[in-house]
């Protein structure tokens, strides 16, 4: 089992920044791919980014590209979410995934990643 912790989230004004974080409590974090997930009320968990195991290779959703930067640090066994030019619908609560599959193609599907943090909450003031 692996539990993944997110921290960093907060209040923060249209145009903002904010750095997410996510500790992963295992040695072998190298051996997950990792995603991050948001979901607001109401709606299903919305796709964010994915990096893959290296973090060679990395994955966005549209309405974040150019803005969000997905990273990851396998000796200290965290990934992160770093935020720019935030804006009011990025408000949600943010989750931190992972999986040991090989996500190929479907890196920005939920049933993909076995384990999943209690999720942040970003919310961002217009």
């Known amino acids: 089992q692996v539990q993944l912790v997110e921290s960093g989230g907060g209040l923060v004004q249209a145009g903002g920044s904010l750095r997410l974080s996510c500790a992963a409590s295992?040695?072998?974090?190298?051996?997950?791919?990792m995603a991050w997930f948001r979901q607001t009320p109401g709606k299903e968990r919305e796709f964010v980014a994915a990096?893959?195991?290296?973090?060679?290779?990395?994955y966005y959703a549209d309405s974040v590209k150019g803005r969000f930067t997905i990273s990851r640090d396998n000796a200290a066994n965290t990934g992160a979410l770093q935020m720019s030019s935030l804006k009011p619908e990025d408000t949600a609560v943010y989750y931190c995934?992972?999986?040991?599959?090989?996500?190929?193609?479907?890196?920005?599907?939920?049933?993909?990643?076995?384990?999943w943090g209690q999720g942040t909450q970003v919310t961002v003031s217009s």
């Open positions: 990096i893959s195991r290296t973090g060679s290779s990395t």
């Open positions: 295992t040695r072998t974090f190298s051996i997950y791919q």
């Open positions: 995934a992972a999986t040991a599959s090989y996500f190929g193609s479907m890196y920005s599907t939920t049933t993909i990643y076995n384990y």
